[in-house]
């Protein structure tokens, strides 16, 4: 009867090779790996943070499963860098003590056949997913990060803006002054945010007006053809000189006769 084998790949491209469990596609440790990276994305999704825990270091594949996850809590920044550097040392330290195994290998208790879990009912339980899950779904795609809703302030009338500590300040007027005196501030608070709401629509409306006033000054001229140049030249021309008229010329012998009446009158 052939294995069914666990395929989870490995980094450099070699499948698991360990028998799967009953049902599954994993074997025990690749099916766990996979359920708390799920675990993770769901509490992700829910804005929580879910708790770091480490397997039993009772051997090498229990210490090389923790190195994984305080990568993968690091990276995520679940956990920071004193938190992660104190959860190493400890894992370097259970390796020290599991030297052992290496000589367990070459003794006759370890060449006997060993027993493995073949089958897994409790999985989808133990880690929240849903019956028979598909544990080959990404975890992002499975469980993507819902959007927060911002609760609505009590006094502005924008409901995507969030509590601010002016909405604290309300809240603890309405406890422990009453309503009379909530009303009051709430007033007081409501004419501010306009008047603020109104600077800064000026100010977006000035520079706006900025930039037209630019847009229409250093525009482009139009580029005319040979004949439109032409026609405004004339056009300019003859605005100019209907502006300022040129004077008659006066001839030579008239400038003669004025001259000769002068000395005459003298």
Same mark, same amino acid.
């Given at each position: 009867?052939?294995?069914?084998?666990?395929?989870?790949?490995?980094?450099?491209?070699?499948?698991?090779?360990?028998?799967?469990?009953?049902?599954?596609?994993?074997?025990?440790?690749?099916?766990?790996?996979?359920?708390?990276?799920?675990?993770?994305?769901?509490?992700?999704?829910?804005?929580?943070?879910?708790?770091?825990?480490?397997?039993?270091?009772?051997?090498?594949?229990?210490?090389?499963?923790?190195?994984?996850?305080?990568?993968?809590?690091?990276?995520?920044?679940?956990?920071?860098?004193?938190?992660?550097?104190?959860?190493?040392?400890?894992?370097?330290?259970?390796?020290?003590?599991?030297?052992?195994?290496?000589?367990?290998?070459?003794?006759?208790?370890?060449?006997?056949?060993?027993?493995?879990? !073949?089958?897994?009912?409790?999985? +989808? &339980?133990?880690?929240?997913?849903? %019956?028979?899950?598909?544990?080959? $779904? /990404?975890? #992002?795609?499975?469980?993507?990060?819902?959007?927060?809703?911002?609760?609505?302030?009590?006094?502005?009338?924008?409901?995507?803006?969030?509590?601010?500590?002016?909405?604290?300040?309300?809240?603890?007027?309405?406890?422990?002054?009453?309503?009379?005196?909530?009303?009051?501030?709430?007033?007081?608070?409501?004419?501010?945010?306009?008047?603020?709401?109104?600077?800064?629509?000026?100010?977006?409306? !000035?520079?706006?007006?900025?930039? +037209? &006033?630019?847009?229409?000054?250093? %525009?482009?001229?139009?580029?005319? $053809? /040979?004949? #439109?140049?032409?026609?405004?030249?004339?056009?300019?021309?003859?605005?100019?000189?209907?502006?300022?008229?040129?004077?008659?010329?006066?001839?030579?012998?008239?400038?003669?006769?004025?001259?000769?009446?002068?000395?005459?009158?003298?």
């Amino acid at each position: 009867m052939p294995t069914n084998h666990c395929r989870h790949l490995k980094e450099d491209g070699a499948f698991c090779q360990m028998p799967a469990l009953r049902e599954r596609n994993y074997c025990f440790f690749h099916l766990r790996e996979r359920g708390r990276r799920l675990r993770m994305a769901q509490e992700a999704a829910r804005q929580r943070s879910s708790p770091l825990i480490l397997p039993p270091l009772e051997d090498m594949t229990a210490v090389n499963a923790g190195l994984t996850q305080v990568a993968i809590a690091l990276a995520f920044r679940r956990i920071d860098q004193r938190t992660a550097g104190l959860l190493l040392y400890v894992l370097q330290q259970a390796a020290s003590n599991l030297k052992f195994m290496l000589t367990m290998a070459a003794s006759s208790e370890a060449k006997e056949e060993r027993e493995f879990a !073949e089958e897994y009912p409790g999985f +989808e &339980a133990e880690f929240g997913l849903p %019956a028979n899950f598909d544990v080959d $779904t /990404p975890p #992002e795609v499975a469980f993507p990060p819902q959007p927060v809703e911002p609760e609505p302030s009590p006094y502005r009338s924008n409901p995507w803006q969030r509590i601010n500590p002016e909405d604290v300040e309300l809240e603890e007027l309405l406890r422990t002054k009453g309503e009379e005196a909530y009303k009051k501030r709430q007033a007081q608070l409501s004419a501010k945010h306009w008047k603020q709401t109104e600077r800064e629509r000026r100010v977006v409306d !000035e520079a706006r007006w900025i930039v +037209e &006033a630019d847009r229409r000054n250093y %525009a482009p001229a139009p580029k005319l $053809t /040979p004949e #439109e140049q032409r026609a405004l030249d004339l056009k300019v021309i003859a605005e100019y000189e209907a502006q300022y008229p040129k004077k008659k010329p006066v001839a030579s012998d008239e400038i003669e006769i004025k001259a000769e009446a002068a000395q005459s009158g003298r």
